[in-house]
């Protein structure tokens, strides 16, 4: 599997006949949500009829667990199964939760058979002290593959930071860039943004994808259908830039070859930096390849 859930969908678990819609919206996965999206006395029900969905489902399976401890072991021994791609580990604001998670994860996976470390781990950042020690959180276990910033309208974060939202994103940027930052130092393959409460703003969640995109983030979390394809469009590297860094690799390693440190492309200086960036870049559009 070569494509990353990258662009990826909430389903309720509670919602089969939404479950069953997903597929045709073509995202890069699903999130089947076991937390706010189901009440409470459905919960424990609700895990065991995802085992019975996620082994063939068509689509990149990921579960949101719930992040209460009355929950939590339940849901993650419970979920771990075949073709489950990953857990969206909610709340996340230590690195001993993640380390907790993680031994449990692996004892399911021994359980039913998994190859160890199979299940990924995506953190979600939702509070001031999840931002506070992301890094140490990203850090504590192989199986951490992304976080996902809890960046939607009156989420938890604008929340407990008491703060106003908008667009333009000033309000709530250090927390947002401090746990792309974070989890960029942590080397984590690819790093993603989280919902768009506006369902029916389009023009506002490309405006926000575009400021996401230009931070850094390679994705998102949706929770709107009709999300997925303006998200997929501004996320998605440019087939020019694409062409363009393959050149500028394809200059510089022809100037290097001739005993040169730097060369001139496009009317730019070209140096080991600039060589650099460019296979950055080309590593990070390969993300997005099928």
Known sequence: MSKKPLITLYAPGNRKDLIDKV????PDGVVFDLEDAVPIHLKESVRHDLVKVIPDYPLISLVRVNSEEKFLEGDLRTVVCKNLYGIVLPMVEHADQVKRADVIIGEAETANKIAPGTVKLFLLIETPLGVRNCYDACVA????ESIVYGSAED????AEMKS???IEGYELM???QKSLLDARAAKLPYVLDGAFSGVKDEMGLRADCTVSKRLGFNGRTLI????IGPAREIYEPAAKEVAHYKQMTIEFEKAVAEGKAATVYNGNMIDYAMFKRAKIYLANAALYAD
């Open 224 to 227: 709107y259908p009709g999300h």
């Open 23 to 26: 597929p045709r919206f073509a």
């Open 164 to 166: 106003s939202f908008s």
């Open 155 to 158: 989420g938890d974060m604008q």
């Open 174 to 176: 250090y927390p947002r």
């Open 141 to 144: 276990s192989p199986r951490v």
